[in-house]
């Protein structure tokens, strides 16, 4: 993926008490909906380098990929200020400086990015424009009206005074705002509030740990995605409703008509058809006829797609990707078979770009073919209100069409984990079983 740098984070600044010469700061982009902070990877350009239009400045690693920034102006890096590997930058935080001239480079040779201007994005939100000037002069002529507002939030208790940068934090490290007292004005809880706290918490984490004399261990980072996924996946859990249902198809059916179009993709060229591309279908067109369960829960309303984009959960070395399908529905079995082992693979090469894991509606995660789980049930991926874990295809003993005669068939285990609040009931199985049958005349649509 790439990016501009200038186009999407920089600071225009002039000459200062320093005399500094006119240059501009380069921040941390915001480059999906979820990342607050980005890692540096790498560093393709060197301070003292000339930089052009189109070339790549460095590599960020984000919640979601590796993404390349690139420039869209002439001039040269003058200075970097985080370096290769630097992590848990914070989205607006100055990672470089930028001069027209190559004479002012070795003037930026000692520059540190003051704390005022090292995380614009975050100074922003906290002040709230021009609100909070409006409510220090209220406090100063009128203190009851401030009094009423805080007694009145205290007593709804749906909401507490805290600013935007803290509240993400909290969100993100699963603090709970209630338990904590504000330093700020009328007890607003800040930033440092919450810094304060998890080093706190880190500090009794490390005693506990010293305290298990005879243990050995290794501390292992996480990676940006590792953090997100871990974060949205105890949301899910802790404000999702799950509940699941789980069925065992007779896959023969299935597994003949794989046998049948494969020839076919050898003979021209295309990717193999694997049993998930043939659910995939089946799951897409079942959607189609079940929008309930294509839907989103809005708190005031629901909301149905009418596209049907599946997510494909990828598990990789980096952590877990979910690459979508769009439009899956409408696709035939040989283009969805290409497109998932592409995005399969871009996403183990840690490159998918954002276009290829948003804008999802449903989620299709298959731990049998690869890994030989039998069944599991997996969590929803929010905001979407259903996802399907399909387990490993086994042959069974059942009775045969006379008595005392037997059959051999193949059975494989589906679970839909659900949201209770959009999807009630069993519809969507029902539905399930007519695309499945019929998956072999979407094979060239």
């Not at 999906?32 to 540096?40: F, R």
């Not at 922003?124 to 909070?132: A, D």
């Not at 693979?345 to 995660?365: C, Q």
Request: glycine share 6%; hydrophobic share 35%; charged share 25%.
């Amino acid at each position: 993926t790439t990016l501009s740098c200038q186009a999407i984070c920089v600071l225009k600044l002039f000459p200062d008490l320093n005399y500094l010469p006119p240059h501009e700061a380069v921040g941390m982009p915001s480059l999906s909906p979820t990342m607050t902070e980005g890692n540096i990877a790498r560093w393709v350009k060197k301070e003292g380098d000339k930089v052009s239009p189109g070339e790549v400045l460095c590599e960020v690693e984000t919640d979601k990929a590796t993404v390349e920034m690139e420039c869209m102006e002439e001039g040269y890096l003058a200075k970097i200020v985080c370096g290769d590997g630097t992590k848990e930058i914070k989205v607006g935080e100055i990672i470089a400086i930028t001069v027209e001239e190559e004479g002012d480079i070795e003037k930026f040779k000692d520059y540190k990015a003051s704390s005022s201007a090292a995380a614009p994005a975050e100074s922003k939100p906290q002040s709230e424009p021009v609100e909070p000037k409006e409510e220090k002069k209220e406090v100063s002529k009128a203190p009851e009206p401030t009094a009423t507002k805080t007694e009145e939030s205290s007593q709804s208790g749906d909401r507490l005074f805290s600013s935007p940068v803290a509240r993400k934090l909290a969100e993100d490290n699963n603090v709970p705002l209630s338990s904590l007292k504000g330093t700020g004005p009328d007890g607003r809880i800040l930033k440092a509030d919450i810094e304060d706290y998890l080093s706190s918490a880190a500090k009794g984490s490390k005693k506990e740990a010293a305290a298990a004399p005879g243990l050995g261990y290794v501390d292992l980072p996480n990676t940006q995605i590792r953090k997100v996924t871990a974060n949205r996946l105890l949301q899910s859990k802790q404000t999702i409703p799950h509940y699941y249902l789980t069925v065992d198809s007779r896959v023969d059916k299935l597994i003949k008509l794989r046998s049948e179009l494969n020839p076919m993709q050898d003979a021209s060229g295309g990717k193999k058809i694997s049993i998930n591309d043939l659910v995939i279908k089946a799951a897409a067109l079942a959607l189609r006829k079940v929008p309930a369960c294509n839907s989103s829960w809005m708190n005031d309303f629901i909301r149905q797609y009418h596209n049907v984009n599946i997510n494909v959960a990828v598990q990789t070395e980096h952590g877990l990707f979910v690459p979508v399908v769009r439009d899956a529905d409408k696709k035939g079995l040989a283009t969805i078979a290409d497109e998932v082992k592409q995005l399969a693979s871009r996403a183990k090469d840690n490159s998918l770009k954002p276009e290829d894991y948003e804008g999802g509606t449903f989620t299709v995660s298959n731990l049998g073919g690869p890994f030989g789980i039998k069944q599991f049930c997996a969590i929803v991926n929010p905001p979407q209100s259903a996802i399907l874990a399909i387990g490993s295809a086994e042959k069974r003993v059942i009775p045969g069409a006379a008595e005392g005669q037997y059959e051999i068939g193949s059975f494989m285990s589906a679970t839909l984990s659900c949201d209770h609040r959009v999807i009630d009931g069993t519809f969507f199985f029902l539905a399930d079983s007519e695309p499945v049958d019929d998956a072999s005349h979407s094979y060239a649509s």
